[in-house]
């Protein structure tokens, strides 16, 4: 379980909100409210990213800021744009992020290209990034946050930029991961989700309840 507690996010005189309390457990958590009410920056402070101006934010009922090494080790995170190596292949780049998982070479490999299958990047797994697209680079950025069986997933607008085909192979890998992860999401396609079972937590620019 992830929980928030009092959370509260300032920019020097801008407050993003106040004083939110939630609790996110397994399964998937879809964020909504209008534009600039801190969906994405409510994900990176549970991504570690970012810090709380004040509040505890808890994993397993330990604060992240005490234990985020162990944290992160169990944590995929998808924010919307990944700051690539462009003169790596897709595959070297998933191998390289296996590793800073822990995961051996060859689980890291057989899982990438699982992964590269479901999203559509198998043919083009050598490819260097530096000659994607944006929607393979979208791809790509999701893929890695599934790499190590991740017991907590933080995905900002997965399905930006994609087909209706691959954003309905995206929404399957993420609802299936969520039978034993805890799942927040953004999504400006909340509709595509009517076939999936999920929770949601709507922010409007004040407090959290």
């Not at 209706?164 to 595509?192: D, G, K």
Request: charged share 20%; net charge neutral.
């Amino acid at each position: 379980m992830l929980k928030l507690i009092g959370v509260s996010k300032r920019y020097k005189k801008q407050t993003v909100f106040q004083d939110l309390n939630a609790e996110f457990n397994q399964g998937v958590t879809v964020l909504t409210g209008p534009s600039g009410v801190g969906k994405t920056t409510l994900l990176r402070l549970c991504a570690t990213v970012e810090k709380p101006s004040s509040g505890e934010v808890h994993w397993q009922d330990q604060n992240i800021k005490n234990s985020k090494r162990s944290y992160r080790s169990v944590l995929g995170y998808a924010p919307q744009i990944v700051d690539f190596p462009e003169d790596l292949s897709a595959t070297e780049f998933m191998l390289h992020i296996g590793a800073l998982k822990g995961m051996k070479t060859a689980a890291a490999r057989q899982l990438t290209l699982e992964l590269f299958e479901r999203v559509g990047l198998a043919q083009d797994k050598d490819k260097q990034i530096r000659s994607y697209s944006g929607g393979m680079r979208r791809r790509l950025g999701l893929s890695q946050a599934f790499l190590g069986a991740p017991q907590c997933l933080i995905i900002d607008e997965p399905t930006a930029e994609l087909d209706p085909e691959t954003a309905a192979r995206i929404h399957e890998l993420i609802f299936e991961a969520s039978e034993n992860a805890v799942v927040i999401m953004t999504t400006h396609l909340e509709s595509s989700l009517r076939n999936h079972s999920y929770q949601n937590l709507h922010l409007d620019g004040t407090t959290g309840g």
